[in-house]
C-alpha cells in the first residue's frame, strides 16, 4: 500500500505537470486520478507453456500466444498483456489504429502491441533491437509477415545509422534500454544490466527504403523516445502519422518530446494520458 506521504507527493506532481501542460492536459483524467482511492486490485492475465523449440517457448497469454526466448523472465507478460489489450495505453480518442494502416512498433519486445494493431486490421512494422527477441517476434509473426502484412527490424531507431550499445535488465525485458541516463536512473533499484551492441538506424531512412506511407507510430523505447524522434522527423512532417509516444522514461521527458514534436511545424493537436505517462498527437 501507497503512504499518506507518497499519495500527497505523487497527486502534487500529477497536479504539477497538468498546469506545466495546460492545453495539453486531460484535465477529466487527471482529476479522476487525483481524487481516486486507489484501492482497486489489478489482476493480470496467467502465462503457461504451450511447447518449447530450441531456445524459444511458445507462451499463452490471456488469448494470445506468443513465441519468447527461454532465457528471459516471462513474468511481465502478463502485465504487457494487460496494458495493451485491456487498458489499451496506446491508444486514446482521436488517436487510434484504423483498418489498412501502416502501424510503426517501436520497441516491439514480445508483440503483443503488434498482435493489437493487427488484430484490427492494421499493417505493422515491428521493430526490436534485443536479437533473442527479434527471432522469437519473427516466430509470432510468421502468419502475418508471409501474408505482407507484417515486417520485422532486428534493430533500434534513433537519430543517425550505426551501432550502440543496449543495456538488458536482468529480469524484465521490456526495461532494455539505449539511454545510458536512463540506465543510471535506476541503479539504485538493485538491477543488473548487460551491455551488447545493436544496429540502430533512422525510421526516415527505413520508411524511404520500402516506400511505405506511416499512418500510425507508436513509441516505447525507454528513454530512446527523444532521439527516435529526431530520425523521424521526415516521415512525421511528410505522413503526419497519429502518434503514441511514452513520456515517463526520464523526468523531463513530458516537456521535452512535445516540444521535439512542434519543433518539426507540422502542426500537430496533443494530449497527454491522465498520468502523462503517454502523449498522442493526431
Not at 487525483?34 to 530450441?54: C, D, L, M, P, Q
Not at 519468447?68 to 495493451?84: T, V
Not at 509470432?140 to 543517425?160: H, M, N, Q
Not at 533499484?189 to 526516415?204: G, H, K, M, R, S
Request: proline content about 4%; aromatic content about 14%.
Amino acid at each position: 500500500m501507497m503512504s499518506i506521504q507518497k499519495k500527497i507527493a505523487w497527486r502534487t506532481a500529477l497536479i504539477n505537470k497538468a498546469l506545466i501542460c495546460g492545453r495539453a492536459t486531460n484535465w477529466p483524467g487527471v482529476l479522476k486520478e487525483t481524487f481516486s482511492t486507489h484501492s482497486n486490485s489489478k489482476s493480470y492475465a496467467t502465462y503457461s507453456i504451450v511447447k518449447s523449440e530450441g531456445n524459444f517457448a511458445l507462451y499463452q497469454v490471456g488469448a494470445q500466444k506468443v513465441w519468447f526466448p527461454l532465457a528471459f523472465d516471462p513474468s511481465i507478460l502478463g502485465f504487457i498483456y494487460h496494458e495493451i489489450f485491456e487498458q489499451r495505453v496506446y491508444e486514446n480518442g482521436l488517436c487510434s489504429i484504423h483498418p489498412g494502416d501502416w502501424v510503426v512498433d517501436a520497441g516491439a519486445c514480445e508483440g503483443f502491441f503488434s498482435l493489437y494493431a493487427l488484430d484490427k486490421g492494421a499493417k505493422v512494422l515491428a521493430f526490436e533491437p534485443v536479437p533473442e527477441i527479434a527471432q522469437a517476434l519473427e516466430r509470432t509473426l510468421k502468419s502475418y509477415i508471409d501474408a505482407g502484412r507484417a515486417k520485422v527490424f532486428p534493430l533500434g531507431l534513433g537519430s543517425e545509422r550505426g551501432e550502440k550499445g543496449i543495456f538488458l535488465h536482468s529480469t524484465n525485458s521490456g526495461s532494455a534500454t539505449l539511454n545510458q541516463t536512463f540506465r543510471e536512473s535506476r541503479a539504485g533499484e538493485d538491477y543488473t544490466y548487460q551491455p551488447i551492441d545493436v544496429l540502430i538506424d533512422t525510421l526516415d531512412r527505413v520508411v524511404s527504403e520500402f516506400n511505405i506511407s506511416v499512418s500510425f507510430l507508436k513509441a516505447d523505447v525507454e528513454g530512446y523516445e527523444r532521439e527516435l524522434l529526431k530520425g523521424a522527423r521526415e516521415t512525421i512532417c511528410r505522413c503526419k502519422p497519429r502518434l503514441s509516444i511514452c513520456t515517463y522514461h526520464l523526468p523531463d521527458d513530458f516537456q521535452a518530446i512535445p516540444r521535439i514534436i512542434q519543433s518539426f511545424g507540422a502542426g500537430y493537436n496533443m494530449r497527454f494520458s491522465s498520468f502523462f505517462n503517454h502523449l498522442y498527437g493526431w
